[in-house]
């Protein structure tokens, strides 16, 4: 099982930048960026299909968030810029051993425990 510790979350104003980060212990094929809103549900944001590079965004955020890896630091990114404040979450790094590769969070089954993102106007 796959460990995973994001970091990289805070405070930021409309139209900033935030990276996030995900450290995990060893790679998966598939990870992804979830959120989820206070009373809302867990939404896919990006992910990314291991060893293939293919990438693939909600489209609330596409042309504003990038999901990157860097295989020597074995961590997974998301750079996120042009904040809105309907970008305001807890995001989540995920992996999943089987499964599609997408949005359904039944296909995960590594999860970190979150970092909070909050965006003013």
């Known amino acids: 099982q796959v460990q995973l510790v994001e970091s990289g979350g805070g405070s930021g104003q409309g139209g900033g930048s935030l990276r996030l980060s995900c450290r995990y212990t060893?790679?998966?094929?598939?990870m992804a960026w979830f959120r989820q809103a206070p009373g809302e549900e867990r939404e896919g944001v990006a992910r990314?299909?291991?060893?293939?590079?293919?990438?693939r965004y909600a489209d609330s955020v596409k042309g504003r968030f990038t999901i990157s890896q860097d295989y020597a630091k074995k961590t997974l990114y998301l750079q996120m810029n042009s904040l809105k404040p309907e970008d305001t979450a807890m995001y989540y790094c995920?992996?999943?051993?089987?499964?599609?590769?997408?949005?359904?969070?039944?296909?995960?089954?590594?999860w970190g425990q979150g970092t909070q993102v909050t965006v003013s106007s």
């Open positions: 060893y790679s998966i094929f598939c």
């Open positions: 995920a992996a999943a051993t089987s499964g599609i590769c997408g949005f359904d969070n039944r296909a995960y089954n590594n």
């Open positions: 990314i299909y291991i060893g293939r590079g293919n990438l």
